[in-house]
């Protein structure tokens, strides 16, 4: 069956006006100021798009598919992601990361989940590590893994500025980003390194030093988590000027924000407003994750889990509170990332790309469908594709 999207405002993430757009399969198939259907041809579905704007699906670069946490022992081990948590998000591509638990968070199972979201309908690709070093890979070297494994696009999440990183050296992280970056080269993927930054007051330095001293570009990295503090998201308007990419993380807490965290939409409308190029910026969720809160002396003394709604929640906020442009912040959730990881077919409304969009509502935003690959996943704000074991 086709559908056709029938005047739709539609945000490319440009904005293109008033728009009929053909679903055809799994990809679109054409857009254009008036597109007809055939008398007789009934197999067209066509979708009334008035008073709708028409976006590309979101992608969430950075979740936690497999679940994270286990910073207070077993029983705070996270649960994995569900499809429908993705779908009524608007969320139609993830990538996996594994985070401080890379024991029994393995590779194996990172690739075996974004498998079966793809299964079921949606668009996976994952990380090759975790927070160690050395990287525990799936196939023993992260160059294989790029080249042999067709989820995998990167490595991460790396961490550094952590008390619970591996304290990584400037030759480790180098070495972990040449590995990533040959293993790209060779497979034609972007091989970037996604980073997690703590608190520690050495933030970006190390990822600088590997940038200063080798021949390694600073495109290669993709540090997140960059608006956890203050002085961190002054670092990151230094890094984002300099050519580097910056992310960052919708999940949070009050108590976060209470301490210093720049909240997303805030910290979007801060760094453009200070001269950061839109296109060195991106949200993630780090859904399913722990948000830990941790003493001064390291110990655990709270914790949360990450939610990928937390991304939408973002857009919303960025647009209705910080009233910035919708085509911008569209950005930061659909063309940035495709174009930093290397997704092909996503992030943009144009002919020949895979066919992951949303209808939301033009005044409330809402969202009220969902096609994921061209199959209607959320209708009228509500699941009608679900996980193999959602009820």
Request: aromatic share 6%; proline share 4%; with cysteine.
């Amino acid at each position: 069956m086709l559908t056709l999207i029938k005047n739709a405002h539609v945000y490319a993430p440009t904005n293109l006006g008033v728009k009929d757009v053909l679903i055809a399969d799994k990809r679109i198939a054409k857009i254009a100021e008036h597109i007809d259907v055939p008398e007789g041809w009934d197999w067209v579905k066509v979708i009334a798009g008035e008073g709708k704007v028409l976006v590309p699906g979101f992608i969430d670069g950075h979740v936690h598919i497999t679940g994270g946490g286990g910073e207070g022992s077993f029983h705070t081990r996270t649960p994995e992601l569900l499809l429908t948590d993705a779908t009524t998000s608007g969320v139609t591509t993830v990538v996996g990361v594994i985070g401080t638990d890379g024991t029994t968070r393995t590779m194996a199972s990172l690739v075996a989940k974004a498998r079966a979201l793809k299964e079921e309908g949606i668009s996976c690709y994952v990380h090759t590590g975790s927070y160690q070093i050395p990287v525990r890979t799936l196939t023993g070297k992260i160059e294989d893994d790029l080249i042999f494994t067709d989820v995998i696009i990167g490595a991460g999440e790396i961490a550094i500025a952590d008390h619970r990183s591996s304290q990584p050296t400037e030759k480790e992280l180098a070495r972990i980003a040449s590995e990533a970056r040959i293993g790209g080269m060779l497979s034609g993927k972007k091989g970037v390194v996604n980073i997690h930054l703590g608190d520690g007051s050495d933030g970006l330095s190390l990822i600088k030093k590997v940038i200063e001293e080798t021949n390694i570009p600073i495109e290669q990295f993709y540090p997140t988590h960059i608006n956890r503090n203050p002085y961190l998201f002054e670092q990151g308007i230094e890094f984002a000027k300099k050519g580097g990419f910056v992310d960052f993380t919708t999940s949070t807490v009050p108590k976060f924000l209470e301490e210093g965290e720049v909240k997303s939409s805030k910290a979007l409308k801060r760094m453009l407003d200070a001269g950061v190029p839109i296109e060195q910026m991106t949200f993630t969720s780090d859904a399913q994750g722990s948000l830990p809160d941790f003493n001064q002396n390291g110990r655990l003394i709270g914790l949360k889990v990450g939610k990928i709604h937390s991304l939408y929640e973002a857009f919303v906020e960025a647009v209705e509170d910080e009233g910035l442009d919708l085509a911008d912040v569209l950005k930061v959730i659909t063309i940035n990332p495709a174009r930093i990881l290397g997704l092909t077919g996503k992030g943009e409304i144009t002919e020949g790309n895979d066919a992951d969009l949303l209808l939301l509502d033009e005044h409330s935003l809402e969202i009220e469908k969902v096609y994921a690959l061209g199959q209607l996943m959320v209708n009228e704000g509500r699941p009608i594709v679900k996980g193999t074991f959602e009820t």
